[in-house]
């Protein structure tokens, strides 16, 4: 009899518990949401991020505030994410990072797939192979040409080791058959000072970031990592039409959750996501800076999710890569 009222008990509390839920997820948003962007400000995902949060804001009628929580391949920053109330005044936007440090670091201190609910993809960030104005390669064929003359002696840069940028690079030595050396910088600053001054010749860079640059004859753009070339640069090329057959890499940007977002808070926030990315004066912003925005469904969100952890995966361990 007791172990019966027990149950009855137990059945209405998880009864009530639900109801909340889709009370909470009814009247949601009522007060300011928190945005953790992980990476530090005047990232590209940071820029995206407020873009992004002015314009859900205005959609769904409550304030974004942005904090960035830098550092660490992101993964405290995350951290505070996974540890939050899954009741939506908590959100984060993470960048391909959170695909890339499972096979990078030994210990994540949460789980990439099961610690988080994906949202939406909000967009991707194609990469520019990039050189000094005076440097003596003019075209990326050239580049690899050279590469290929002397296995070793070039250097390429990146943000770090294991970042998207040091990605490029490795699946561009796999597929143009070329041996670079890798030079790991702390940080994207330093290294765009050191390509345009040639102190390092080449790098994959963000296009966002480095496009004023480009066009202000700072870097000379030598190649897109896209299957397709990217408008704002129509005339440069991409590394699978120049000899690096089947290239394509690019990073992309999400907004995601705690894990159990009730399913009415994620529909909605999705729904929000996908009109700001639709948006005309979002979408003029985005296009002149060289970021293709998406704002997928939750679907598609877990399957890139997935689908890059296997990749990052992969080239890591062909790489040889580990940042411990």
Not at 6 to 12: G, K, P, R, T
Not at 62 to 77: C, R
Not at 185 to 213: C, H, K
Not at 285 to 314: C, H, W, Y
Request: overall charge negative; proline content about 6%.
């Amino acid at each position: 009899m007791k172990i019966t009222r027990f149950m009855a008990s137990c059945a209405l509390a998880i009864g009530a518990l639900c109801q909340g839920n889709v009370a909470l997820a009814d009247t949601y948003p009522e007060r300011s949401i928190r945005l953790i962007v992980p990476t530090s400000v005047g990232s590209t995902a940071d820029v995206v991020a407020r873009v992004v949060a002015d314009g859900l804001a205005k959609d769904l009628g409550q304030s974004f505030v942005v904090e960035n929580l830098a550092g660490a391949a992101g993964i405290p920053g995350t951290r505070q994410l996974v540890s939050a109330q899954p009741d939506g005044y908590t959100l984060a936007i993470v960048s391909s990072n959170h695909a890339i440090n499972p096979s990078l670091y030994k210990t994540v201190p949460y789980d990439s797939v099961k610690d988080i609910t994906p949202i939406s993809v909000i967009g991707t960030t194609p990469l520019v192979v990039v050189v000094a104005p005076e440097s003596p390669y003019k075209s990326i064929d050239e580049l690899i040409k050279a590469a290929k003359a002397e296995p070793g002696k070039l250097n390429y840069g990146s943000s770090g080791t294991g970042s998207v940028l040091h990605l490029a690079g490795e699946l561009l030595k796999s597929k143009a058959g070329v041996d670079l050396q890798h030079i790991p910088y702390r940080g994207g600053n330093a290294l765009i000072t050191d390509v345009m001054s040639g102190q390092i010749e080449t790098a994959f860079l963000a296009v966002p970031s480095v496009i004023g640059s480009i066009n202000g004859g700072k870097l000379r753009a030598l190649a897109v990592s896209t299957p397709e070339r990217v408008p704002v640069l129509g005339d440069v090329p991409t590394l699978a039409e120049v000899g690096a057959e089947g290239y394509a890499y690019d990073a992309w940007i999400a907004l995601i959750g705690p894990a159990n977002l009730p399913e009415n808070i994620v529909s909605k926030l999705q729904e929000a996501t996908a009109r700001v990315m639709r948006d005309k004066s979002v979408v003029k912003i985005f296009a002149g800076q060289g970021f293709v925005p998406n704002g997928s469904s939750t679907e598609e969100a877990q399957k890139v999710l997935m689908d890059e952890i296997s990749r990052t995966q992969q080239l890591v361990e062909a790489a040889g890569i580990s940042a411990e």
